[in-house]
């Protein structure tokens, strides 16, 4: 048995993604663990930006809500929701973390309801959040999700941030800013990408014990699979070490 | 200006710039004392069927003392600017006191989960809901404060929350791209929690101010809450601080620990035992019947809420969980 969990090798793949002087808009929870396990290894310089305002600080410890006061510890500024997404809009954020009820071969997600009928709902989840608006904004989306088919669906039933849209040129021609738009996707069994002309969702990385097999098991959609799909490194020793013993020491995330 | 595509969604407030310039031609512009008690301030200024945006983020700065008088003074049919909305999202569904949405987040407590009775409600049908996100509620509040009608923004398209939402895609008559139209926001009220006001309410904020500074100014009346009363000196000696001027203010009430449950900058964290409790007792309509009784309808005042629950020894705790001393951590 390997010694590390699910939520552990999902949160350490995702921090090898965040380079050193990047921004990286991030929720509570899993995006926030990687991005603050980013800060402290390869990328002491990453910028970390939460919707309701907090830019850039030096995270003492997992925050509960994006708007709580560990968002502004040791800050470079305490601004507002117009301030950050603007600042998205503008092109300065290069990365950001969602997550979902459902997500289908093109990216989008689902965090609104399941059920048909819009006013009486047979779930009702959030909403967006500031998701469909780092979704549309921030250059490189990514999620960090288990890896289900009841999870990866074909098409979303509601579609509530924006992935590719449809596939293809959609999202060019949808009016959202060109170029931005959703980059990888880490599961518990492996890492995808979108093949670059039909937008669709391709694997290019197994975790450790896992073959394209199980992942296509448990993915409601066919995926596209890469030329060459690599073997994900498990997490270091190094990388364990800080996310059980500095950031999540109470195991808020990482318990789950 | 052609509509090229446009969602279904209700927007339930008028976004004519004119009307509202009308409305704050009327608006006081007399630096007066309006301290006043919070009963007082929802008795004037909330009435059924009015539009309401809380300031703050849901569970950090919000103006709890104000939502609980709303439920103990039985407001109906409010309707309510979603956005960012948790505990005091909670609460007004606790009370059933609105019957339509704008939805950018609701139901959700962010890492702590989802209300069960927030979602027994909005699951319900007894409220209408159109979709927006948090950006799309703060860019609709900043259309409000900068006194136009609409305000042009590059997210929704493509998407069902477009389709949910009362937004219209249109076309840059510049450079031919495409935006979505969002409605200006003019709530009725708006209840904000800050650090410390004057009596005429020139108000300070520490901290992230959200979307505060535009809820403050495209609200056609405001309610202060504030930890502390401070002197107009103070704010003349230093008008930098300064965040929301007193002629948007209608009332000023003194509320220490105003956002417990919730966090405030630089003053207490939240308290994540209590706000275990209301989510663990929604799962039992009586218990949580007996306990909204206990904490809102029994009492008299954010005081007595706060003396049921620890009264200032759990203040104590929570301030130096904020400031992060040794053994404060769990």
Known sequence: MPDYNTMELMICTAARELEDGATVGVGTGAPCAAAMLAQKLQSPNLLILFEAGGVAPLIPEMPISVGDSRTTYKAIMASGMCEVMETACRGMLDYTFLGGAQIDMYGNLNSTRIGADHQKPKVRFPGSGGANDFASFCWRMMVMTPQDSKRFVEKVSYCTSPGWLTGGDSRAKSGLPLGAGPYKIITNMAVMDFEPESKRMRLIALNPGYSEKDVQDNCGFELLKAKKIVENEPPKAEELHILRDVIDPYRYVIGR | MDTIEQGIGEVFTDPDADKARAFFRTKSRKMENKVMSVKEAVEKFVHDGDYLKGGGFGANRVPIAVYHEILRQGRKNLGLSGQTTTHDF???????????CDAGYIVGLEARGLSPNARRYMESGKVKVSEWSNYAMAVRLKAGAAGVSFYPARNFMGTDTLKYSGGKVI???????????????YPDVAAIHVHEADMYGNCRVRGITVSDFDAARAAKHVIITCERLISTDEIRRDPSFTVIPFWCVDAVCEVPYGSYPGNMYGEYFSDEDH???????????????????????????????????????KMQLLRQKEMMFVGARK
């Open chain 2, 90 to 100: 909670e609460i007004l569904c606790a009370g059933e006191a609105f019957n339509r």
């Open chain 2, 171 to 185: 076309e840059c008559p510049f450079t031919k791209t495409k935006y979505v139209a969002l409605p200006a926001l």
């Open chain 2, 275 to 313: 706000l275990r409790e209301w989510m663990k007792v929604e799962t039992d309509p009586e218990a949580f019947k007996a306990f909204l009784d206990k904490n809102i309808y029994s009492c008299k005042n954010h005081f007595e809420y706060i003396q049921k629950n620890g009264g200032m020894e």
